[in-house]
């Protein structure tokens, strides 16, 4: 018995996947980047909401008076948090705004990821889950399978030998996510940016490592067409993208460094 989240999710990408792998003359590669820039096409509207929300906190976090509160209120938390709040209601800026579009989009990028590995199905098992998730009204779907995993010297139902696609997924990754991540004037939440961007590059590229490299490619497409809305949507700082210092400890201010060296 289908669930809800077969019928809703994986099984119309799965078989638009194979309906896009017909028509572009039976290429697995040319599907899965029509299907991946089909999702993110389909999800735009909402990385341009979280872009634009995440410019407004940005700026807010930038502007003097939460620079103000940050300093007047520095050793009572409690009550930074309170200030903080007011300035949020204030400039009508909702800290999760920026989180909620990537919420929603979550299932759409778990259903595409799911639907490229059915349908690089190899094995009798895999073969006969994939068999259950094919619309019957398609014609000739069943044909096509199994699909052609060959594509110039991988097989894509299985990890690069060369490790080539793994370093563009981890050079994309990296680069898509120095563009989304705003520039902070305030030292601790810039590193902890740069950790998670770093923590996220290195997570991904060890992933491509051990999954098939199909999904190197839907990875490296999806990266590529974020960094383009991106740069459409709102101008990139490519001096600091390119910045390639990294501290494990955030920078503090001067006032505390010379307040520490006055009690010294």
Known sequence: MLNLWDLLILQPMLNGLLMLYQLLFNNLTLAITALTVLMRAITFPLTYQQQKASKKLMELQQSDA??????????????????QMKLYQEAGVNPLASCLPLLIQFPVLIGLYQAITQAMAASPNQLLDLSRHLYKFLPNVAGIIPLNNQFLWLNLGLPDPYY?????????????????TPVSADPKAAQTSQTMALTTTVMVGYFSLQFPSGLSIYWIVGNIIGIIQQALTSPVDWKNVFNFRFSLFPAQPAEEVKGKRKKK
Not at 67 to 83: C, G, H, V
Not at 165 to 180: D, E, R, Y
Request: no cysteine; hydrophobic share 45%; glycine share 0%.
């Open 164 to 180: 080539i696609l793994p370093l563009v997924v981890v050079a994309t990754t990296w680069l898509q996510s120095k563009i989304m």
């Open 66 to 83: 939460w620079k103000k509160i940050q300093e007047k209120y520095a050793k009572e938390r409690d009550k930074l948090s309170q200030e």
